[in-house]
């Protein structure tokens, strides 16, 4: 009899286990593009127009300006976000200045400040922005953390 018992505990802990692993392993996929997106204070590092349609921003076609490279975007929950200048305000620049956004196109958009952006890559760490130009020289807009 206690050779059973301890048969049937096994195979019930056994089962609980593979349960608990495959439930574990399904709501582990990482965080959604909302909390990628709002997680987090971005700064711009770089951004062109791609000419030679490499899907990158080669030094030839950098436009950032120096001001730009110490500015703040805030996407809050919600769909409200603001950029900040911070210490390197750009020439007619405003110090600050809030924008609205949402997701849209199945979150494969980004919908803010009035403009459409492409989303090609969001990530803990990066977000590349595109317009939504099929030219061969479409801006590409590169963000970290």
């Avoid at 997680?39 to 990158?56: F, M, P, Q, T, V």
């Avoid at 030094?59 to 603001?82: H, M, Q, W």
């Avoid at 390197?88 to 919908?111: A, E, M, R, Y």
Wanted: proline letters at 3%; glycine letters at 10%; a negative charge.
């Amino acid at each position: 009899m206690k050779c059973n018992t301890d048969l049937s505990f096994c195979c019930v802990v056994g089962f609980y286990y593979n349960w608990l692993q495959k439930h574990v392993n399904q709501n582990s996929s990482g965080p959604g593009k909302d909390e990628l997106l709002t997680e987090k204070i971005w700064r711009l590092i770089s951004y062109g127009r791609d000419a030679n349609n490499n899907g990158l921003v080669d030094p030839s076609e950098e436009a950032i300006r120096t001001c730009e490279k110490d500015n703040s975007y805030v996407f809050a929950p919600g769909g409200s976000g603001l950029v900040e200048e911070n210490s390197d305000v750009c020439p007619g620049g405003n110090v600050s200045s809030s924008f609205h956004w949402s997701f849209v196109n199945n979150s494969t958009g980004l919908d803010f400040s009035g403009g459409v952006a492409a989303i090609i890559k969001l990530t803990e760490t990066s977000m590349i922005l595109s317009d939504q130009s099929t030219s061969s020289d479409r801006l590409i807009l590169m963000y970290g953390h």
